[in-house]
């Protein structure tokens, strides 16, 4: 009974599964057969699809122009109709409308260019085409008209080829409701096109603020083509300039250039009146600027060299050396800025005293600080670390700190390696405007001269250097250095990043002479000539533009001077000399300062008295060390 039971069962569904097979085999056959009605109907869409655009061309080529425009609103229609699920067949045939308005503009615009190069005279089967096409010729040809009466706007086109352009094309078709308004303003458009080159030269030199000044100046005055002319442009330079003047602002206030962020920060208001973050950044301006006034005295220059930054080494035991007089210590100089800065004296920058665009001759400008203050130029003396002086306790190179920061390094009397802003006078006067904004007249800071001696910012940066640094490490029983090509280049990079820092925080830079000339007045001017190139080649090269001079020990070559001429023709415009009392002077072609040298033997002078109390000024630990050897 069980086995019969069990046989049964299996039968039944031996049954049952033949039934399945044969539904699934029917179904089957179906799908296959749906596939390939699909299949090729796909086929004959794709295909159909293919053919149209050539189709409509070879229909305009043939002047079928009623058989085009059937084709092109045949697939205009197909659009408009399709259901929003067929979205990728719509996809193709929009597609297809771009192909072929594509095909017209091409011919349209080849037909404009020929018009506007050569005077084309259009043919009549040109006409026929551009009229029995406007429904699609229409608004390129609208484009061009207004495109051409932009150029002659902008006077990249003549009047002439305007007016010729026009009467080509205007008395085809509807093309006449486009033309005959813009001829009607062509003398509007003339009046207006010094006025709008004028702002587009503003806006290639980078000037967004002069730009929009000037383009608002002249949509005040017209309507029609140029007032939308204007609106467009500035709309358009509104938004381009936005971010990058907000950068530029707001990198000015980091800098401390107040009177520059305040001015540019004014001009965006006006452009931008209720944009929040420009009226918070303007606030922070003005609370840090005040009344300025055109000033005509005397201006202050004081020249320090590296400063002594580790006592224990300059004065005490072994170390001591007698050219310590030559410097200040880093005490001395804080103490020098805090008297100046009690004594209101306030930090310039002495290119504001000219103007020297053209190489061939310098104009004068009136220096302009705030009400109550006078100015004063800081002069670094030949940042390039000779290692004679390293027994004096300075620094031995400039670097950059993980902040970016121009900081000293220096190498103290226990032999440890030390990295500080404030080991040398580039970070203490960094550090001093940070505390005393007021102290700077918009970012001003002080002017680093450097020579190709040994090093730049102790840094051998030419080959030219290696002989001196050696005999120099030499005699300060250091060891040799053999530098390649790529350590070379390597030091390069590397001044060139801290002297953009430096440019960036407001610092200057100047020449005194490749080889530190002691005695510039007594040397010939080959030898000038020579030590000239050299700069200009190796450090100068470093450094971008520099124009001005600081001659070594305030020997100074008199402007009439052919060796003079020979450095105004290298493009140094300004040059100091030396002088206790403060002195400056035009000539031709060239600003000419004294600067005042602050060392230890030269601080009691009593020329200086304006600038310091001389008691206040002496550290300490020179005191301690009363045989030094110092005078």
């Not at 060299?305 to 224990?312: F, H, K, M």
């Not at 020297?356 to 302009?368: C, G, H, K, M, Q």
């Not at 190179?397 to 226990?414: I, K, P, T």
């Not at 100047?510 to 050299?534: F, M, P, Q, V, W």
């Amino acid at each position: 009974m069980t086995v019969f039971s069990s046989e049964y069962r299996v039968g039944e569904d031996e049954r049952k599964g033949g039934i399945g097979y044969t539904v699934a085999a029917v179904l089957c056959a179906v799908a296959l057969i749906a596939l390939g009605i699909v299949t090729l109907f796909i086929g004959r869409k794709t295909a159909y699809e293919m053919d149209t655009v050539p189709n409509f061309e070879k229909a305009i080529d043939e002047g079928r122009y009623t058989d085009a425009l059937d084709i092109y609103r045949g697939i205009q229609d197909e659009v408009l109709k399709a259901s929003p699920e067929n979205q990728a067949s719509n996809a193709v045939r929009v597609q297809m409308l771009d192909d072929m308005e594509s095909i017209v503009r091409v011919r349209v615009d080849s037909l404009c260019d020929h018009i506007i190069a050569s005077r084309y005279v259009l043919t009549y089967s040109d006409i026929n085409f551009l009229d029995s096409m406007r429904e699609l010729t229409s608004s390129v040809v609208s484009e061009r008209m207004y495109g051409i009466c932009e150029e002659f706007l902008l006077g990249k086109t003549e009047k002439p080829v305007v007016m010729y352009f026009f009467e080509q094309l205007q008395p085809i078709g509807n093309f006449s409701a486009t033309a005959n308004p813009l001829l009607r303003e062509l003398d509007f458009i003339e009046t207006a096109t010094g006025d709008v080159q004028t702002a587009e030269e503003s806006l290639s030199n980078g000037d967004y603020v002069a730009a929009v000044q000037k383009y608002t100046q002249v949509n005040d005055g017209y309507d029609g083509f140029v007032g939308d002319y204007c609106d467009k442009r500035i709309a358009a330079i509104k938004q381009t300039m936005y971010v990058p003047m907000m950068e530029e602002g707001e990198h000015m206030l980091q800098t401390f250039k107040f009177y520059s962020a305040e001015q540019l920060f004014s001009d965006l208001a006006v452009i931008f009146p209720e944009d929040e973050m420009i009226k918070s950044n303007l606030l922070t301006a003005t609370s840090h600027t005040s009344e300025v006034k055109e000033y005509r005295g005397a201006i202050e220059v004081i020249c320090v060299r590296s400063l002594i930054v580790d006592t224990d080494t300059a004065f005490a035991g072994r170390f001591r050396s007698g050219d310590t007089g030559l410097y200040l210590t880093t005490y001395e100089f804080e103490k020098i800025l805090e008297n100046l800065y009690a004594r209101d004296y306030v930090l310039v920058d002495p290119e504001n005293l000219i103007e020297a665009s053209d190489p061939t001759f310098l104009l004068e400008r009136n220096l302009v600080v705030p009400k109550g203050k006078k100015p004063l130029v800081v002069v670094i003396e030949n940042l390039q670390y000779n290692c004679s002086a390293y027994s004096c306790g300075t620094c031995r190179r400039l670097v950059l700190n993980d902040e970016n920061q121009v900081c000293g390094e220096y190498v103290n009397s226990a032999g440890e390696t030390i990295v500080s802003r404030t080991a040398e006078a580039i970070g203490m006067l960094d550090v001093f405007v940070e505390k005393h904004p007021d102290f700077t007249y918009d970012g001003a800071k002080g002017i680093i001269s450097v020579s190709g001696y040994e090093a730049c910012f102790g840094y051998v940066v030419a080959a030219d250097e290696i002989d001196d640094r050696n005999s120099a490490l030499s005699a300060a029983n250091l060891p040799q250095i053999n530098p390649t090509n790529d350590d070379i280049d390597f030091s390069r990079n590397r001044v060139m990043d801290i002297a953009s820092v430096l440019l960036d925080n407001g610092w200057k830079f100047a020449s005194c002479t490749y080889s530190y000339i002691a005695d510039c007045r007594n040397t010939e001017k080959a030898d000038i000539e020579l030590d000239t190139i050299k700069w200009l080649d190796q450090i100068g090269s470093l450094f971008g533009d520099v124009h001005m001079l600081v001659y070594p020990n305030g020997n100074y070559i008199y402007g009439t001077d052919e060796r003079a001429v020979y450095l105004k023709n290298n493009g140094f415009r300004i040059f100091f000399g030396g002088g206790a009392k403060p002195y400056y002077t035009y000539g031709d072609n060239y600003l000419y300062l004294d600067r005042a040298m602050m060392s230890y033997n030269t601080l009691s002078r009593k020329a200086y008295t304006e600038l310091f109390d001389y008691t206040e000024i002496i550290d300490p630990a020179r005191e301690q060390n009363s045989e030094n050897g110092e005078g």
